[in-house]
């Protein structure tokens, strides 16, 4: 329900509503926004009920929430052309009382249906469009990368109040503890519901990611990382590849692309195994504690007992002498380096950048080259003489086979 919008609107108070679209009602509570396309037209429509009809369902795919159910007097605000499918799917007649563009919409504030903060309207990107849905997007920037860029354009709160085990947290007060994609799925719904937020509830068909490995859905969810920027000597990367025969020659084109597009690089994973990021973080405020002293000092038990070290020594002995006695005030950092920021590293080490190397297959070059390249560039500051042929070799039939 919109808190204010400058005014032009006052007239529909309070019975006026956002009408939003969402396949994941999870991550309602962590909402911080509604987006809508500033250049898409918007229509106030007033649900009309019929005097003589009884609003139903016949349809098992979807139905009703208690807010048609029960007739309250409903003001909503959806995208122009999409108030004929509403109107035939919703079962009621939908009166345009009011049109605007998406732009007038910006900064208007509304009133979250599940703990009353008062959030914004923000201009969205090209994915709002009114092929689907109400032309207004849900925008919860801790559980989408779309959601995430526009909630850092206006600053808003990255929340995410679900844990490592896919449960809600203390944060998401009515439902902690809830399962996100189980019962705690169905728990917002039905608390939505119940404070007359939900229109309509259907069964929907589409395309969700699913985790290789497990074969189980995956969800997004905003959490802290390391990253490596790569602006610094993004240029100098540039330069190297120009500077490469490349074979064969189309290769120059993917890499360059790759590497002229790419963001900061997250080196940061969380695996039960690989090389660990040699960090300590202070218990209460989680602050960081990584120097050339604790660096050093974990260079040194590494060279003499492995990586695997870190995983089994105790906090006490992985830290420099003089941080002893405050031991128990930190802990270690359990995330594992990028395999690929890993491989790129190691080059240096085994003595293998040198003018001309081979790489196996098309389907891990991009990502293993452009690692690579980044790694030399930015680590170890080669310049553009250092790089000569890059060849690249594909698994293909044999040679006549090939030919025939």
Sequence with gaps: MPASCGGFLDEFFPHLYLAIWTTTPWTIPANAAVAVNANLQYAVIKVQYME???????????????????????????????????????????????????????????????????????????????????????????????????????????????DDDGKFTEEAAH???????????????????????????????????????????????????????????????????????????????????MTSSRSDWCISRQRTWGVPIPVFYHVKSKEPLMNEETIDHIKSIIAQKGSDSWWYMTLEDLLPERYHAKASEYEKGTDTMDVWFDSGTKLDYLGLYGPCLPWRHSSAHGVYLTGYFLAAVGLYKVDEGHFSVMLILYFLPSFEEHLA
């Design 52 to 162: 003589d009809a009884s609003i139903s369902s016949g349809n098992k795919k979807w139905k009703l929430g208690n807010v048609l159910k029960e007739r309250k007097k409903t003001c909503l605000i959806v995208a122009s052309d999409l108030v004929p499918a509403l109107e035939a799917k919703w079962g009621v007649k939908l009166v345009i009382k009011k049109t605007m563009l998406g732009s007038d919409l910006e900064n208007c504030r509304y009133v979250h249906p599940i703990d009353n903060r008062e959030c914004p309207v923000v201009i969205g990107g090209d994915y709002i469009t009114t092929e689907s849905g109400t032309g207004l997007v849900h925008t919860a920037p801790g559980h989408g990368l779309e959601d995430y860029g526009t909630g850092l354009k206006y600053g808003l709160p990255i929340l995410s109040p679900v």
């Design 175 to 257: 439902f902690s503890g809830l399962d996100v994609l189980g019962d705690g799925n169905a728990a917002v719904v039905k608390y939505l519901d119940e404070q007359m937020a939900i229109i309509i509830e259907e069964s929907y068909e589409h395309k969700y990611p699913y985790d290789w490995r497990t074969k189980k859905p995956t969800i997004f969810r905003a959490t802290e990382q390391w990253f490596a920027s790569v602006e610094g000597f993004r240029q100098a990367a540039m330069d190297a590849i120009s500077h490469v025969k490349w074979i064969p020659t189309q290769a120059e084109n993917r890499i360059s692309a």
